[in-house]
């Protein structure tokens, strides 16, 4: 079974670029999250997708970042512009019935100079 | 609003045995999950604890207790490559089940 495949795995760009993440979960996986870790720091959930709906959005910063998850498979979220505090590594993850039980793709590192 | 706690570092010798605490404070709780990340890499899923008491898989296992809020990972015969980060995640009911992380603790296994 392949797993969660992401990319690109590192990016650098400068601030108030635009930068776009691509994400493939797990064939029949219906829920998608996207990840914000921060060094040192935990996951912190930007966004979570049931099939193509978004059941949960409250910690995405809505005025630069936006996420879609068309035709409930894979998705993108973006960036624009970016700030030199979204550096960090950004993960998505996928699952099928438990959310408890989650399988993370390999994150892009996002660096923003 | 919820919380959860754990030590940021923990340092133990190979072939001993570690505890990883996790207290948490949340309405709606669920279950507590485990994680573990090497550095650079991806969480991977350890456990899942719904009802209190002990789950044991392999050397690792995880125990629950709701009444106290607290949870932990008890790692067993450690080996070098068990260095890593451990995070706990609740879980929290409501329309959709919600997963928080914590903030992780590192484990350095020494000789």
């Known amino acids: 079974e392949a797993g969660v495949a992401q990319s690109p795995r590192y990016k650098i760009i400068e601030k108030r670029q635009s930068v776009a993440f691509w994400c493939n979960p797990i064939s029949g996986h219906a829920t998608l999250y996207w990840y914000q870790q921060i060094l040192g720091q935990g996951p912190k959930l930007l966004i979570q997708f049931q099939n193509n709906g978004v059941v949960d959005d409250s910690q995405l910063p809505k005025d630069r970042f936006s996420a879609e998850r068309l035709k409930g498979v894979d998705s993108t979220l973006k960036i624009q512009p970016a700030k030199l505090e979204d550096s960090a590594v950004y993960l998505c993850?996928?699952?099928?019935?438990?959310?408890?039980?989650?399988?993370f793709g390999p994150g892009t590192r996002l660096t923003v100079t | 609003g919820q919380s959860l706690e754990q030590p940021s570092e923990v340092t133990a010798v190979e072939g001993a045995i570690v505890q990883i605490n996790c207290t948490y404070q949340?309405?709606?709780?669920?279950?507590l999950s485990w994680y573990q990340q090497h550095d650079g890499g991806a969480p991977t899923f350890l456990s899942y604890n719904a009802l209190d008491g002990l789950e044991e898989t392999g050397r690792f296992s995880s125990f629950l207790s709701r009444s106290d809020s607290y949870g932990y990972l008890l790692l067993q015969e450690l080996q070098m490559k068990d260095s890593a980060s451990y995070f706990c995640?609740?879980?929290?009911?409501?329309?959709?089940?919600?997963?928080?992380f914590g903030t992780g603790t590192k484990l350095q296994v020494i000789p």
């Open positions: 993850a996928s699952s099928f019935e438990s959310p408890y039980e989650q399988y």
């Open positions: 949340t309405s709606g709780f669920y279950g």
């Open positions: 995640a609740v879980s929290l009911g409501g329309g959709y089940q919600k997963v928080t």
